[in-house]
């Protein structure tokens, strides 16, 4: 496949390791190894090295990293578990990564105003078993176990975003390194403000381009009384989408509701060991009282029944959850295993509720001629839906194919008030899409943004918006 490629910096980028060397000693890797794991993500995009990965383990260190590299003009890629999608680890123009895993403690829990502050490192399965005595939890899942540093910069979601929101709505506040050294905090942990501008929503989503994040205070929630889950198939997949707009216009607060179409459903059969009907289905979840779940549950019964949903079957056994949800957290592997030796590339676009069943039902028409296995599954409850197009790394035409369905499939969001990506995020796999999507006013107020913050550049260069020539 076509890459473009970007001009790797001529800056003294040895100097940089060299010192970095001198001053941290192993916490600093020229393997090659090493240095290709963090040039890559898991999407499709190729493997792009930084020049040395340095393992920092604490603001400080982080610190002087920052500085030195902002002393030589060198690029810094900010790393968590590069789990993200549209390559925003690749040190596109060379440059230092700084991985956060080391940086991977809780640093304080407040059951009593429900928020806790973590560093970077640490993983959201990590923080949920930290808490498991506390009677707390975090909600926030993307389907892999990334750290909450990665999560913050990619403003990441997952399947309980319907009812708990995104990382824009958990994060309270944030510690960042700035591209000159300089540290700052955003916000108190007061839950509300009027006090300025909000720089910890600037921070989350950015993506490592204006700053390292080296601290972050979440939002936390009671585990709830109650939780029960139930999958439904459907005749079509309009009918599955109906039933889901229904349940989200009537003010039904389910905790999760997932769509899978069929492809997907029989691979997770397959990779998953679930006997499920291979048709469109939904995955619900529902919390609170043990009488608000079995209340609810018993709504959206009723709304899939009116939409010729069968098998609707709910649960409150802790183990039948846990498979459902592993499944569908394993969804994108499950995907892989359809195609031995196969490349995934999982795309996301958001839309309106009420546009939903359009952008949906257009794609599902798209899909028909596709020559690749496809799967579209969604956190519909939000809008969001995503394909995994399951590749040939030996066919280049597939992935030009799938690059033209992921292009319809953004631009029939954008026209239907959408976004071009729902939480996985820009990179620069969807760099060309933001600028589109925002428009050439909102994208230069965007530059002026990171310009003011980082005059040189040097925050992972070549993600997010286009800045320069280079570009
Ligand atoms: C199987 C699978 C399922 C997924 N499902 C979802 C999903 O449901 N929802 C979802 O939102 N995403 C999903 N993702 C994407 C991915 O998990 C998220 O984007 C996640 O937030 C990335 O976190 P990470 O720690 O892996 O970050 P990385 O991949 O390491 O980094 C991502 C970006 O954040 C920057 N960054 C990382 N740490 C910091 C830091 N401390 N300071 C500043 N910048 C930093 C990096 O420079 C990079 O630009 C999925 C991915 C996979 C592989």
Redesign the pocket.
Same mark, same amino acid.
């Given at each position: 496949m076509a890459v473009e490629m970007m001009r790797r910096r001529e800056v003294p980028t040895e100097s940089v390791i060299e010192r970095l060397k001198a001053r941290f000693g192993e916490q600093v890797s020229t393997a090659t190894a090493v240095r290709d794991q963090h040039g890559k *993500?898991?999407?499709y995009h190729p493997i792009e090295a930084p020049d040395a990965v340095f393992f920092a383990r604490s603001t400080e260190d982080v610190v002087e990293a920052v500085k030195l590299c902002a002393e030589f003009k060198v690029p810094v890629? %900010? @790393?968590? $578990?590069?789990? !993200? /999608?549209e390559g =925003?680890?690749a040190a596109r123009e060379g440059g230092i990564c700084?991985d /956060?895993t080391q940086?991977d403690q809780v640093l304080r829990v407040s059951p009593e105003d429900l928020d806790c502050t973590v560093q %970077? &490192?640490v993983?959201r399965k990590q923080l949920n078993e930290y808490l498991r005595d506390t009677g707390l939890f975090f909600p926030? *899942? %993307?389907?892999?176990n +990334? !750290?909450?540093?990665?999560?913050? +910069?990619?403003? +990441?979601? &997952? $399947?309980n975003a319907v009812r708990y929101g995104?990382?824009r709505d958990n994060v309270l506040s944030l510690t960042?390194v700035l591209a000159d050294g300089r540290i700052i905090k955003t916000a108190s942990r007061a839950r509300k403000s009027s006090a300025g501008y909000d720089l910890t929503r600037l @921070?989350v989503g !950015?993506?490592?381009? /204006?700053?390292?994040? $080296?601290e972050i205070t979440l939002k936390l929630y009671g585990i709830p009384e109650a939780i029960s889950s139930a999958a439904c198939s459907f005749p079509s997949i309009a009918a599955a989408v109906d039933t889901t707009i229904l349940t989200i216009q009537a003010g039904i607060p389910v905790a999760r509701i997932e769509l899978l179409d069929e492809v997907q459903i029989a691979a997770c059969n397959a990779y998953s060991k679930l006997d499920l009907k291979v048709a469109p289905t939904l995955f619900f979840e529902f919390h609170g009282t043990a009488a608000g779940v079995k209340e609810q549950a018993e709504m959206v019964a009723a709304f899939a029944e009116d939409n010729g949903g069968e098998g609707f079957k709910w649960t409150t056994s802790a183990e039948e959850r846990s498979k459902l949800w592993q499944a569908r957290?394993?969804? #994108? #592997?499950a995907g892989l295993s359809m195609r031995p030796g196969s490349q995934g590339w +999982?795309t *996301?676009v958001c839309v309106p509720i009420s546009n939903l069943a359009e952008a949906i039902n257009e794609t599902k028409k798209d899909l028909e001629k596709a020559s690749m296995p496809v799967c579209l599954v969604g956190?519909v409850g939000d809008g969001n839906f =995503?394909l995994c197009f399951i590749l040939d790394p030996n066919k280049p035409e597939e992935f030009v194919e799938a690059g033209e369905i992921n292009e319809r499939m953004v631009k029939r969001a954008l026209a239907l008030d959408g976004t071009c990506t729902?939480?996985?995020?820009v990179?620069y796999g969807k760099i060309g899409f933001v600028e589109e999507e925002h428009g050439p006013a909102t994208i230069s107020v965007m530059r002026e943004i990171k310009r003011a913050l980082d005059p040189h550049n040097l925050m992972?260069p070549g993600?997010v918006i286009r800045i320069g020539a280079n570009h």
């Open positions: *993500d898991e999407s890629i %900010p @790393f968590g $578990t590069g789990t !993200s /999608l =925003h680890v700084i /956060l940086m %970077p &490192g993983t926030i *899942d %993307p389907g892999a +990334a !750290s909450i540093g990665g999560m913050t +910069a990619t403003r +990441a979601s &997952g $399947t995104t990382m960042a @921070f !950015s993506e490592g381009t /204006l700053g390292v994040i $080296t957290h394993d969804a #994108y #592997y +999982a *996301d956190h =995503h729902g939480e996985h995020g990179g992972n993600k």
